[in-house]
């Protein structure tokens, strides 16, 4: 039976333009490892692909061509046995000579899968894809499709493209792990029946990466799926971390060192601070490593509401980076019930307030929707105020800055049952409101909007301060 392909609607509509466009289509493909690019690409493409190849990591010219050559005669059959070509010009001249045995009346696929794994140590891959491109596909009816993991490598050396591909890339898309909403279709489509919190509790550990989730077993609780994933002996994500970036990156420590420095911070960091927490060098390598990774979507950079360029802030946004540095690397609890263990503790509490936090900032769609202004501009941002010897500490993680003179702030806050507003709570939400008009000296209005696991209780502290309440189930909407 086949697997149904959940979401992914922007992405199958550029897919279906390309095969249906009158001319051939170069089409670019990046997202992270295990965001489900390869499963988009041949669910969509799955009767037009004549001809897929994916890279080996690591492996040598000679194998890689090896590789090549089988998977033409495999794909043409006993019409065509092929010797090993020497170099990647012959091998594309080899795939031109079997493409042209195919009938092009109705347009054909090529999928060229993880090419920075085809392309190590400067095989010259590039070039006999440009040779194949421009001497012979650009003028036939086909979609050649390029896909590979590592996001920064595919933007500088194909999408950048300084010879012979050069502005050859005709479409692009960039696939983004599961929202909320697609996790949850996911499950549903499995016929697991998990709730919404029980679905944002695991997606603060996993994120929503497709090849993750596959694992998640139904008839188990979110507490035994982690306990069974990410602290059993053959737990699939107890060791995944460094292989990971070391599968993503070549000299893989920089980015590593800056992901740890990252998940130590709750505000996140400027470059300076970044370089200093991670014990890197600072040179021009760290603005590279910087990109690759907000690139292939662990990190988000922003900037604090009303600052310059020059204040970026970088924030670790990947969810099981953050859980494995937090719990399972170098920790001593293993087996089962450590989940439900962990989660009792202070350590968990800290952790699924900022993960939470996260997830929102990932789903700003979805809040604004639920607070009826998804046609108004916003600009997100967040502030910050060290503590004075005259002023205590304001922190405001969230701000959506709108195109019609309000600015919507946020208090977001994850809890086992209804919130409850405070006196002293309250008096802080004031003070923060206070402090971010005195600061900022704006003149836009400030509507208050509390973001929290099963919605407010409404007191005579909440009155006339919270504006509006939005629960887990407003983050689901599509």
Request: proline share 2%.
């Amino acid at each position: 039976m086949s697997v149904p392909l959940i979401g992914r609607e922007a992405e199958k509509q550029i897919l279906y333009e390309a095969l249906q466009s009158q001319e051939a289509e170069m089409v670019a493909v990046v997202g992270r490892r295990r965001v489900g690019k390869t499963f988009l690409i041949k669910t969509v493409y799955k009767h037009q692909i004549v001809f897929s190849i994916s890279g080996e990591l690591n492996a040598p010219l000679k194998e890689q061509l090896e590789r090549f050559s089988y998977t033409i005669k495999e794909y043409a059959g006993a019409a065509l046995p092929l010797s090993v070509p020497q170099n990647w010009q012959q091998a594309f001249m080899l795939l031109i000579e079997y493409l042209k045995t195919q009938d092009f009346t109705e347009k054909k696929v090529v999928l060229l899968d993880e090419l920075p794994w085809l392309t190590s140590n400067d095989s010259g891959f590039l070039r006999g894809l440009s040779f194949f491109w421009n001497s012979w596909a650009v003028n036939q009816n086909i979609v050649v499709v390029v896909c590979g993991s590592a996001a920064s490598w595919m933007i500088q050396n194909l999408v950048h493209h300084k010879g012979g591909l050069h502005n050859r890339i005709t479409k692009r898309i960039f696939l983004k792990p599961f929202t909320l909403a697609e996790t949850q279709q996911f499950f549903q489509n499995k016929g697991f029946v998990f709730n919404h919190k029980e679905i944002v509790e695991l997606y603060m550990a996993l994120g929503g990466i497709p090849h993750y989730l596959k694992e998640v077993k139904g008839d188990k609780s979110i507490v035994q799926n982690i306990d069974q994933l990410c602290f059993s002996d053959t737990g699939f994500l107890k060791d995944a971390f460094s292989k990971l970036y070391h599968a993503l990156f070549d000299r893989a420590e920089k980015h590593i060192a800056i992901i740890r420095a990252l998940a130590s911070s709750k505000q996140g960091l400027p470059r300076h601070k970044i370089v200093e927490w991670s014990k890197i060098p600072e040179n021009g390598n760290t603005s590279k490593v910087l990109e690759e990774l907000e690139q292939s979507g662990f990190i988000t950079s922003y900037f604090p509401f009303g600052k310059l360029k020059k204040n970026k802030l970088y924030r670790l946004t990947d969810e099981y980076s953050l859980f494995y540095l937090q719990f399972i690397e170098n920790k001593i609890h293993v087996g089962s019930g450590t989940w439900h263990h962990l989660s009792q503790t202070q350590e968990y509490k800290t952790w699924s307030g900022y993960a939470f936090e996260s997830i929102c900032l990932k789903h700003i769609a979805s809040i604004k929707k639920a607070l009826g202004i998804s046609g108004v501009y916003s600009l997100s941002s967040s502030f910050y105020q060290k503590a004075t010897l005259d002023q205590l500490g304001v922190q405001i993680d969230l701000l959506l800055e709108r195109a019609d003179q309000i600015i919507q702030v946020f208090e977001i806050k994850f809890c086992n049952g209804i919130f409850f507003l405070t006196k002293e709570t309250a008096e802080s939400l004031q003070r923060k409101l206070r402090a971010f008009t005195e600061v900022t000296k704006t003149r836009k209005r400030l509507s208050l909007t509390l973001i929290t696991t099963y919605g407010l209780k409404q007191s005579m502290y909440s009155s006339g301060l919270v504006e509006h309440v939005l629960t887990l189930d407003d983050l689901f909407l599509a």
